[in-house]
């Protein structure tokens, strides 16, 4: 099974590779027909036209745009992202440092979305041919049609207004030192061994990571239900059946396995669209990740830096795609012998 | 009434999305005459007003005033016509060059195909909000920019779907005899095939509106959707945000109104992919 998946990721990287190249080009595009000056905003407001000219030529702006593309990409090769004009230090600095509170995020709220997913999907499928069926269809659609950061503010209204429980902003009550080892707040509060401090950070990921898995669950039950249904009409269920063995084996050990390879392909569109909806939960919630930073750098037009942050955005996608891929692979024996 | 129209519209789902579109469509189109206030009307005097029913209330004001003064239901119906604008005009949009690529790919396929297929992969490798977000960025705020950002968004959901059941359509009998028949391709397409991909193209136009509703309200959420001065649901919800302790009512009110124009379409797309007997998976987003 190893080299089954070591040549996916091989085949995944090559691919990814004008993938990105096109992406940063996009971006890089995008991002220059804005009417903002990054060399007049990048000097003081008393700087003369000739201290800008200058600057101009300096960061190369004054050439033609491919040119200025492929220079910003050899640059982008050796780990230099530019200079964020708003903040006055390195972008892949700011970036490296904001994405492990992002990912962490995200990947806690993976976590919540597919528990949660599985449960309803089962859930909605024990409902089937029960007078309760159109009520758990028609529920799973009004959560469906509540979006991420709706989410983030009714959970931020019920339990940080009207019963304030969780706390609900930043990653950590600001009387703890935050140990800084791998960025993963969780991971390093344990690594450090301080419960107290993994306990606040917890709480403080509850309602963001809620919200976000909230907000993506509904699709994963209905793709679960749906694929049930369609493994349900299959023989070996009615033999299994026939050979005497509960309804409640069947559902779990038989036709699960079986359901939850499509549901996994859906799910892995479902996590890159949820790595983009970190970045709304992260306003709500003043978390100090990705998405705020590319928001401030939105409201500064700090182009260095929505560059460099849209781009980790991507490879951050991509990851995800290529991992499920290989679960994908893992858990599916058909694909294995080729 | 032909039977099929009159079947869709026996389903429930398909009647009650239908119906609160339809509601919804109305409070955009008669907005100047039902709103009981302009939206932009400030009354600096009666600010943060609770809704009619409480007892601070004033019948005035029947949702109440936000933080300055604004008519909450005046701009929750101005509200309407900005995100049914948004919903129809970038639906159809998207719909129009996703469907148009789709069909030229799954039909001919060929180079054409291979550089759309390119173009989707890039686009799919981005999250859709970042996307956007960055698209507004360069194309700066107003509604034509939140429409168009939703077309350069979202071309790729129908493009994605239709491409692979052109695919399919296309292998059938009846294409290759009116291929024979001498039909062009462009008769072909018209005729034979969009017939065939027309259920799935509608169920798709009604999901896609839920969807644009939803960036248009993240959109002006962030304050890079409408202009200010153009009332829309996500910036009250930002407006409110300041004032939850104060006012919950002003962040209530806007959310209802998005949550209930996304279920109805939402619904209506269900309803339709269930009429039109349309199965398919991918339909998830």
Redesign the interface.
Same mark, same amino acid.
């Given at each position: 099974m190893l080299p089954t998946v070591l040549s996916l990721l091989g085949r995944r990287l090559i691919?990814a590779i004008? @993938?990105?190249l096109?992406?940063s080009a996009?971006?890089f595009c995008?991002?220059r027909?804005?009417?903002v000056d990054p060399a007049a905003m990048s000097l003081p407001p008393s700087a003369t036209i000739a201290e800008i000219e200058a600057q101009r030529r300096e960061m190369g702006l004054d050439r033609p745009l491919a040119l200025q593309y492929l220079i910003w990409l050899q640059r982008a090769l050796h780990g230099e992202f530019g200079r964020s004009i708003h903040y006055r230090r390195d972008a892949g600095a700011l970036v490296a440092e904001t994405l492990p509170a992002t990912l962490e995020l995200a990947l806690t709220a993976m976590a919540i979305a597919g528990t949660l997913g599985l449960c309803g999907g089962l859930f909605l499928f024990r409902l089937r041919g029960t007078p309760f069926e159109t009520l758990g269809d028609?529920s799973s !659609?009004?959560l469906?049609? @509540?979006?991420e950061?709706?989410w983030g503010? @009714?959970l931020?209204?019920l339990f940080g207004?009207v019963l304030p429980l969780l706390p609900f902003t930043g990653r950590l009550s600001p009387s703890f030192m935050r140990p800084n080892i791998t960025g993963f707040l969780l991971l390093d509060t344990l690594l450090v061994w301080r419960p107290d401090m993994f306990w606040d950070a917890l709480t403080h990921m509850a309602l963001p990571a809620v919200a976000l898995g909230l907000a993506f669950s509904p699709?994963i039950m209905?793709?679960l239900r749906?694929?049930l249904f369609d493994v349900y009409v299959e023989d070996f269920i009615a033999q299994a059946r026939l050979r005497g063995i509960s309804e409640m084996r069947i559902l779990l050990a038989h036709a699960l396995k079986n359901a939850a390879l499509?549901t996994l392909t859906?799910a892995g569109?479902?996590f =890159?669209?949820l790595? =983009? =909806?970190t970045?709304?939960v992260e306003?709500?919630y003043s978390y100090p990740g990705l998405g705020n930073l !590319?928001?401030d750098a939105?409201?500064n037009?700090d182009l260095p830096i @929505?560059q460099t942050a =849209?781009l980790a955005?991507?490879v951050a996608?991509?990851l995800i795609?290529t991992a499920v891929d290989s679960l994908y692979l893992v858990l599916n024996p058909k694909l294995r012998e080729r | 009434m032909s039977p099929a129209v009159s079947a869709t519209l026996r389903s429930g789902r398909v009647v009650i999305g239908l119906g609160l579109v339809l509601f919804l469509g109305m409070c955009a189109l008669l907005a100047p005459l039902i709103a009981p206030h302009d939206p932009a009307e400030q009354n600096l005097l009666s600010i943060l007003l609770p809704p009619a029913w409480s007892p601070d209330g004033n019948q005035e004001f029947p949702f109440g005033t936000d933080s300055l003064g604004r008519c909450i239901l005046s701009r929750l119906i101005y509200g309407a016509r900005t995100a049914m604008v948004v919903a129809i005009v970038a639906s159809l949009g998207a719909m129009l060059l996703g469907s148009i690529l789709g069909h030229v790919c799954g039909y001919f396929g060929g180079i054409v195909d291979w550089v759309v297929g390119r173009a989707v992969d890039v686009w799919m490798s981005f999250p859709p909000v970042i996307l956007s977000l960055v698209l507004m960025v360069g194309l700066g705020t107003g509604l034509d920019k939140v429409i168009m950002a939703i077309i350069l968004v979202d071309w790729t959901r129908f493009c994605r779907v239709l491409r692979s059941e052109v695919l399919v359509v296309t292998q059938r009998d009846y294409v290759t005899a009116a291929r024979l028949l001498g039909f062009t391709h462009w008769q072909t397409i018209t005729r034979e095939i969009l017939p065939a991909t027309l259920p799935l193209l509608i169920t798709l136009l009604s999901l896609e509106m839920a969807v644009a509703v939803v960036v248009e309200a993240i959109l002006s959420f962030v304050g890079l959707g409408v202009r200010a001065d153009e009332a829309a649901w996500g910036q009250m919800i930002a407006d409110a945000r300041q004032y939850i302790y104060q006012s919950p009512w002003n962040l209530l009110f806007p959310m209802f109104a998005i949550i209930i124009a996304v279920s109805a379409f939402n619904l209506l797309g269900d309803g339709l992919r269930r009429a039109f007997d349309v199965r398919l998976a991918q339909l998830a987003r």
């Open positions: 691919a004008p @993938i990105l096109l992406v996009l971006l995008v991002l027909v804005l009417p028609l !659609m009004l469906l049609s @509540i979006p950061f709706l503010l @009714i931020l209204f207004v699709m209905r793709v749906s694929s499509p859906l569109v479902q =890159g669209f790595f =983009g =909806g970045l709304l306003i709500i !590319m928001v939105v409201r037009a @929505i =849209g955005y991507c996608v991509l795609n | -």
